[in-house]
């Protein structure tokens, strides 16, 4: 299934139906009186946040979204039938912005999760409500109001307790399919992942988190270079940020040093609070650099960073580190703030 993060939908809700103006007309009942009934209540147009639901392609490809209007009020006392709501499932993690005003109107951060979009029409009175002492035949009657109409902007952020960041190539494919039940696409060229993928990662039958990798960052992502940064909303769930760096590229002129500051510049670039984040740095593809020269090259690289963050060595591809990496990942989430409160700030690089 393809993977979309972003749609524009217009969401209709349905008209009340019109009050009845009539009279009861019977064999010797003379001057039976107003017996007109009410308009249905018009239907809403309802959001409902769904687990089995993991991207915003329907959205897509149907944007318009219209509830059922309600039925009008009849003669004998008989009122019109409200309209059917119309019920759009969508990932839990979608945010709903209102496109006119920029405001947001949900967050559909929980499963089952429920939020009303656009709100039906209330129905128009039958003449039996204005009958009194003095109007014994009223011919009055009201219209159904006509529902809510809006434009609206939906935005995927997933869910995950922890993010892989870094350069294309870096092998942030490759570590998510080593430690979790993910399996995205892993090549030896720039931009394989081209959207975010989640994976499970298990330590035992009974303690477990949700990683996510999102497509490779390079400098001047903020100006749309590359793929740009717009995956990095993807992140903002998150509570740790895994920044992968590939300590023995392979490309001539590239510099571990250079790629880190160029992807914290972008973090700051991209604002929202995600250069605040807890991120450790995991120094990918050991296995590439000679064992007796391997804590040498650490050292060198921690050196010329000047960072206080948390390093980690690990080879990917061959598993070397990656179990430990896991555990200490477990054990700060098990003592780091749950999602949505407030977050311990750490010094960027």
């Known amino acids: ?9 217009e969401v209709i809700a349905g008209r009340g139906g019109d009050g009845c103006a009539s009279f009861r007309r019977e064999k010797f009942v003379p001057k039976g009186g107003p017996d007109g009934g009410d308009g249905g209540r018009g ?6 946040a769904d687990r089995n639901v993991n991207t915003l392609v329907e959205y ?86 006509p529902g809510e109409h809006r434009w609206l902007k939906l935005e995927l952020k997933v869910l995950a307790d922890v993010g892989l960041l870094g350069m294309p190539n870096a092998g942030k494919s490759t570590l998510i399919a080593a430690v979790s039940n993910a399996r995205p696409k892993v090549a030896a060229y720039p931009f394989t992942t081209l959207h975010p993928h989640l994976g499970v990662v298990r330590l035992d039958a009974e303690n477990s988190f949700v990683i996510a990798d999102i497509p490779g960052l390079i400098e001047g992502a903020a100006e749309g270079a590359g793929l740009g940064h717009r995956f990095l909303r993807h992140l903002a769930r998150t509570r740790l940020l895994l920044h992968v760096v590939d ?17 914290v510049a972008e973090l700051k670039k991209y604002g929202g609070g995600l250069e605040r984040k807890p991120r450790w740095l995991v120094l990918n593809k050991i296995d590439l650099i000679a064992p007796q020269e391997r804590a040498a090259a650490i050292v060198r690289l921690r050196r010329r960073l000047r960072t206080r963050l948390p390093v980690f060595a690990v080879s990917a591809a061959t598993g070397e580190g990656c179990r430990e990496l896991m555990g200490a990942v477990f054990r700060f989430l098990n003592q780091a703030p749950k999602r949505g409160a407030a977050r311990t700030a750490v010094a960027a690089t």
């Open 43 to 48: 239907g809403d147009v309802i959001a409902v």
């Open 247 to 263: 300590i023995a590229p392979l490309e001539a002129g590239r510099d571990p040093v250079a790629d880190v500051r160029a992807i």
């Open 1 to 9: 299934m393809k993977f979309v993060d972003e749609a524009r939908i």
């Open 60 to 145: 897509r490809y149907a944007r318009r979204h219209r509830a059922q209007n309600g039925a009008p009020g009849r003669g004998s006392d008989r009122y019109g039938a409200a309209g059917a709501d119309v019920v759009l499932r969508m990932p839990v993690g979608t945010m709903i912005y209102d496109e006119e005003t920029g405001a947001l109107l949900a967050d559909l951060a929980r499963d089952g999760q429920r939020v009303v979009l656009a709100r039906g029409g209330a129905g128009g009175l039958g003449n039996l409500h204005f009958k009194s002492s003095t109007n014994r035949a009223p011919r009055q009657r009201t219209l159904g109001e």
